[in-house]
């Protein structure tokens, strides 16, 4: 689903453009993934799958949607998948969705902070920003207790404006608690409040990567062992390319 709430209300994440992003059906059924998942399988294209969403206006924030189209898409592609959601205030509604999306097949889940950087989280992200870091820890640790190491990780995006050092600080603390943090460079894209911001100089990615995948090691965590998803496909990010080859 790409009709995200906060857009619809004016409070987008500033370098998001979600509802841009393609130019195709912005709700789709879960029927028609499934469809869609299958055929590729058939085909040998598909090894594993990423499903993401908006968020919702509901107490799940679209994740019921996402364990539907996963037990529907297991249904003709034998593959395991990764699930992308926003923090869930109701963490008994958490738990049951996730078992039940672990029982159909997803082995991985990500929520994504966006941005560990205490003074830009309200500025760059008007409603996402309002949601506290605590409640992003307390939903990986339930995420923790069900799919367990290497199989829960967040989003950072790098080149908003954020600082370094608080960047990498969150990335310690993440690690700390076995959450992978998956650093992507912001992509200016056309929709977003930051579509003409420029990306981040590669010299500072690498130098973001090898200081994060020294964190990874530090806590025995491994980039390469994620199941499904962003960081197993790492098209979004060099970072897995730098724990296996370095910079």
């Not at 590669?202 to 390469?224: E, G, S």
Request: aromatic letters at 8%; proline letters at 4%.
């Amino acid at each position: 689903n790409q009709r995200c709430l906060y857009q619809q209300n004016g409070e987008a994440c500033k370098f998001c453009a979600v509802q841009y992003w393609w130019n195709a059906i912005s709700v789709k059924q879960s029927a028609q993934i499934a469809e869609a998942v299958a055929e590729g399988y058939r085909e040998g294209a598909v090894k594993h799958m990423s499903l993401t969403t908006a968020t919702l206006d509901s107490p799940d924030r679209g994740l019921a949607n996402l364990v539907e189209t996963v037990k529907l898409s297991r249904a003709g592609a034998d593959i395991p998948f990764m699930i992308e959601f926003e923090p869930l205030t109701d963490h008994g509604l958490l738990k049951e969705l996730l078992q039940e999306a672990k029982k159909w097949g997803a082995t991985t889940v990500s929520i994504n902070i966006e941005c560990f950087d205490p003074r830009l989280r309200l500025e760059i992200m008007p409603a996402k920003g309002k949601i506290p870091v605590e409640e992003y820890y307390q939903n990986w640790q339930i995420c923790l207790d069900i799919f367990g190491r290497n199989q829960v990780s967040t989003v950072a995006v790098v080149g908003i404006g954020e600082d370094d050092q608080a960047t990498l600080e969150g990335v310690e603390r993440a690690a700390s608690q076995d959450v992978l943090t998956f650093l992507v460079p912001h992509s200016p894209a056309i929709g977003a409040v930051y579509e003409d911001l420029q990306p981040p100089s590669t010299d500072r990615m690498l130098r973001l990567y090898q200081k994060a995948v020294d964190v990874y090691n530090r806590y025995n965590l491994d980039l390469c062992s994620s199941a499904s998803g962003c960081i197993r496909g790492g098209g979004f990010s060099a970072i897995k390319d730098v724990a296996r080859f370095g910079v």
